[in-house]
């Protein structure tokens, strides 16, 4: 081969290598390599979630995104029939608004029951995103096609993202949280005078029904069982200062009182949703007029149960505190 030839050939690579590099300004160009930068991505089951978006590799924006098939990774099995059905979903259908919305019926108003898809894709930026119906699917790891548009062009792209869909908790693990818990004793009418209590003092017991509605009954018990009144004073927020300590009215409105148990309306998870303040605490007081203390030391004392907990799924909540060293003397 001379060397005109060779010039020639390697003249020839040169321009193809230019209109390769150009295609990507092309109006309408679509890449191959689309593709998530974090794949696949775990999904923690009926909690809400929402993942980052597509790399589009330099192709035409406005992009498009659909989400077109789910399949069983391991089996390759088609789930469409679970994954796009629709389940009914509580959502919110006006912005809440924490300065007006300051009782049970207001912030009810806003909210409705629609049917939903549990696994979703934005249309616009391709993120992967999920409600708390996802509780209605088999957990496992999946892998989905995307329908992907432009200006120009629509192209299916066959196993193109999968996500882990993962069993998780609906509340938070009392065991990796015991050593947040405590009792202190303050004596009544003189708050700094105080005698030391832990964790062992009271027990805690959380059970969940699984529902579309979303409150917390609480409830707190003598050693005996027997429920503290919170319509007659005996269940008390305890105070700081001037003000009082955060109890789960803080992050909703005022519970209904009865005569053995407060209960929250709830409006979304997870709840708490943020801190108030001293992380996720909740504090609470048995006034020392309704205790009768194993040791008659600590008589005149009021009980402050203090303790964390966080609800990430929608349900119907019992959470039982029980003093193991007093017994209920009904105010």
Not at 21 to 44: Q, R, T
Not at 142 to 147: G, N
Not at 262 to 283: I, M, T
Request: hydrophobic letters at 35%; proline letters at 6%.
């Amino acid at each position: 081969m001379n060397l005109r030839k060779i010039k020639y050939i390697l003249a020839g690579l040169f321009a193809a290598s230019l209109m390769g590099a150009c295609k990507k300004d092309e109006i309408g160009y679509m890449s191959d390599n689309l593709y998530y930068e974090l794949n696949p991505v775990v999904i923690p089951k009926g909690w809400e979630y929402r993942g980052i978006g597509v790399n589009p590799d330099g192709s035409t924006r406005p992009l498009n995104f659909k989400l077109v098939h789910v399949y069983d990774k391991a089996t390759g099995k088609n789930m469409d029939e679970l994954f796009l059905k629709r389940y009914p979903m509580v959502t919110w259908k006006a912005a809440l608004n924490f300065t007006l919305d300051s009782t049970k019926e207001k912030i009810l108003s806003k909210m409705q029951m629609v049917d939903a898809y549990p696994v979703n894709i934005e249309p616009t930026s391709g993120q992967i995103y999920t409600n708390y119906t996802t509780d209605n699917l088999p957990s496992g790891h999946y892998v989905f096609d995307l329908e992907i548009s432009n200006v120009k062009r629509t192209k299916l792209y066959p196993r193109f993202g999968e996500f882990i869909l993962k069993d998780t908790v609906a509340f938070q693990d009392l065991k990796a949280m015991n050593g947040a818990y405590s009792n202190p004793l303050m004596k009544q009418g003189q708050e700094s005078v105080t005698k030391g209590q832990g964790a062992e003092s009271y027990s805690i017991d959380i059970k969940r029904e699984v529902s579309d509605e979303f409150n917390i009954t609480l409830y707190f018990l003598d050693k005996h069982g027997t429920p503290f009144n919170p319509k007659r004073g005996e269940v008390l927020k305890r105070p700081s200062g001037s003000t009082f300590l955060q109890t789960f009215e803080t992050y909703t409105v005022k519970p209904d009182m009865f005569d053995d148990k407060l209960v929250y309306p709830v409006f979304q998870s997870p709840f708490p949703f943020v801190s108030a303040g001293n992380g996720f605490n909740v504090y609470y007081r048995i006034a020392a007029d309704a205790c009768i203390y194993d040791d008659p030391a600590y008589n005149g004392y009021h009980s402050n149960p203090r303790f964390i907990q966080r609800f990430w799924k929608r349900g119907k909540y019992t959470v039982t505190i029980q003093l193991k060293n007093v017994t209920r003397k009904p105010l």
